[in-house]
Structure formats: C-alpha cells, structure tokens
C-alpha cells in the first residue's frame, strides 16, 4: 500500500518482514524492555536464568512477538 501526505510517500506493507535497522532495533527493543520493567506481561516464555528487561525484550525481538511497527517516510 503506497500514501502520499504532503509530498511524503510512505508505505506500508504488512504481509512482508521488514529488515529493521540498528535505530529501528534498539528503539523497538528498548521500548519494551521499559514496558516489561514497568510491569507488562511478557509475551514469550521466558527462561528462569533471564531476568533483566533488555535481554527479555531481545528474546522477544528475536521470535518477532513485539507488536511494534515502524513507518518508514521517503521523500519525494
């Protein structure tokens, strides 16, 4: 699917796996390893020996289980 705002086209495809960038990855990750500090269900079965927040959210990362998007604007 292809939007055009104000001389920005973004698009937005959903059925295709996007690579994520290193900054696309560390925001979505560090995102909700603060929503998993602050109390959110985690939505994997994590390991007993894992406890910290990052390396749960990594793990959730990793099964891509984060429900997290990310738009991606090109200019014209």
Same mark, same amino acid.
Request: aromatic share 10%; net charge positive; with cysteine.
């Given at each position: 699917? &292809?939007?055009?705002?104000?001389?920005?086209?973004?698009? !937005?495809?959903?059925? %295709? !796996? &996007?690579?994520?960038? $290193?900054?696309?990855?560390? $925001?979505?990750?560090?995102?909700?390893? &603060?929503? %998993?500090?602050?109390?959110?269900?985690?939505? %994997?079965?994590?390991?007993?020996?894992?406890?910290?927040? %990052?390396?749960? *959210?990594? &793990?959730?990362?990793?099964?891509? *289980?984060?429900?997290?998007?990310?738009?991606?604007?090109?200019?014209?």
């Amino acid at each position: 699917m &292809l939007c055009i705002f104000g001389g920005l086209t973004v698009y !937005k495809i959903w059925w %295709i !796996k &996007l690579k994520y960038t $290193r900054f696309e990855k560390a $925001r979505i990750v560090g995102a909700r390893a &603060l929503q %998993i500090s602050m109390g959110a269900p985690t939505l %994997i079965k994590v390991p007993k020996d894992v406890i910290a927040p %990052i390396d749960i *959210a990594m &793990l959730e990362f990793r099964e891509d *289980a984060i429900p997290i998007t990310v738009k991606r604007i090109e200019e014209n």
